[in-house]
């Protein structure tokens, strides 16, 4: 089972985030560069690489299951405003360096919102975009994130992932499959086998590299991307493990993005990760629906 979550890149960068996993008892981790909101990033410290590589062998976490996740603000879908495409463009460039010199081999997208634009449009804006980002010299691999279809998302349906990846002139591109964007697109993630059959007969299930494992506050078909803690959502606890543990994915990293859990202090609302109690809870296989109160209870 290769199984992690979302951590942090602080003041220690790659060290901070391994070490934040080995605390999850995580064997694969996710990270932001920077703040996934702006374009606030510090220079790559190779100190701390060494350090993390270290202590990730020691721990059993190879690099290949560490994840790389585009902040929001970049959309390649959008070409209204030419210097803001460009600067997305740009940006992409500059993160893809970043993971290079991190060693990190995938780079997670959210494929862009065409806003006043068509969907057609906004598809072949991205392609074009990912034509001049992707070179023979790119050693990360881009993976487009399939999407909720909330507001003028592109990549909604695995048929617009195909438009894209087809579009694209390099083979260095995948697919990221999230669990709760995909029950928010309309995709029965109870019926798992049914999709994957989908995905491999439209898109291949080779170009799968990365599953964001997430419940979801949502109904089937809302697309409204809410993500929800492990069983506590419309998902479920058993359809998620099926998917965590299915034979067909099983040297694909899972990474989980689920909320943090709140507790109110006085005036003030405290947040907790829940990483090491879900992770916990999936490798058991038996689902906790005390585990919101667990954690509360762990933090005090």
């Known amino acids: 089972m290769i199984l992690g979550s979302h951590v942090h890149f602080g003041k220690e960068q790659l060290l901070g985030a391994a070490r934040e996993a080995i605390s999850y008892g995580a064997n694969a981790f996710m990270l932001y560069t920077g703040a996934p909101q702006n374009t606030v990033?510090?220079?790559?410290?190779?100190?701390?690489?060494?350090?993390?590589?270290?202590?990730?062998?020691?721990n059993n976490i190879s690099i290949e299951n560490v994840i790389c996740h585009a902040p929001y603000i970049i959309n390649l879908a959008n070409k209204e405003k030419i210097d803001s495409w460009n600067f997305s463009i740009s940006f992409l460039k500059n993160e893809i360096k970043r993971c290079e010199s991190l060693?990190?081999?995938?780079?997670?997208?959210?494929?862009?919102?065409?806003?006043?634009?068509?969907?057609?449009?906004?598809?072949?804006?991205?392609?074009?975009?990912?034509?001049?980002?992707?070179?023979?010299?790119?050693?990360?691999?881009?993976?487009?994130?399939?999407?909720?279809?909330?507001?003028?998302?592109?990549?909604?349906?695995?048929?617009?992932?195909?438009?894209?990846?087809?579009?694209?002139?390099?083979?260095?591109?995948?697919?990221?499959?999230?669990?709760?964007?995909?029950?928010?697109?309309?995709?029965?993630?109870?019926?798992?086998?049914?999709?994957?059959?989908?995905?491999?007969?439209?898109?291949?299930?080779?170009?799968?590299?990365?599953?964001?494992?997430?419940?979801?506050?949502?109904v089937l078909g809302a697309h409204k991307d809410r993500h929800e803690n492990l069983g506590f959502g419309t998902i479920g606890f058993s359809a998620l493990l099926n998917i965590i543990n299915h034979e067909k994915l099983k040297n694909i990293p899972?990474?989980?993005?689920?909320?943090?859990?709140?507790?109110?202090?006085?005036?003030?609302?405290?947040?907790?990760?829940?990483?090491?109690?879900?992770?916990?809870?999936?490798?058991?296989?038996?689902f906790n629906p005390n585990l919101i109160e667990d954690i509360r209870e762990y933090y005090k």
């Open 41 to 58: 990033r510090k220079a790559i410290e190779i100190d701390y690489i060494n350090d993390a590589k270290k202590i990730m062998e020691e």
């Open 103 to 218: 060693g990190i081999k995938y780079i997670v997208i959210h494929p862009g919102s065409s806003v006043n634009l068509t969907k057609e449009e906004g598809i072949n804006n991205i392609i074009e975009a990912l034509n001049i980002i992707i070179t023979n010299d790119t050693k990360c691999m881009i993976l487009l994130e399939t999407m909720a279809g909330k507001g003028s998302e592109c990549g909604r349906t695995l048929e617009e992932v195909k438009l894209i990846l087809d579009g694209v002139n390099s083979q260095n591109i995948g697919v990221c499959i999230d669990t709760c964007h995909l029950n928010d697109a309309g995709y029965n993630m109870a019926e798992f086998d049914e999709f994957l059959l989908g995905f491999d007969k439209i898109i291949g299930i080779n170009n799968i590299k990365c599953v964001h494992v997430n419940d979801s506050k949502n």
């Open 254 to 286: 899972k990474i989980l993005e689920t909320p943090y859990v709140s507790r109110e202090e006085g005036e003030k609302q405290l947040v907790f990760p829940p990483y090491n109690f879900e992770i916990e809870m999936i490798k058991k296989g038996i």
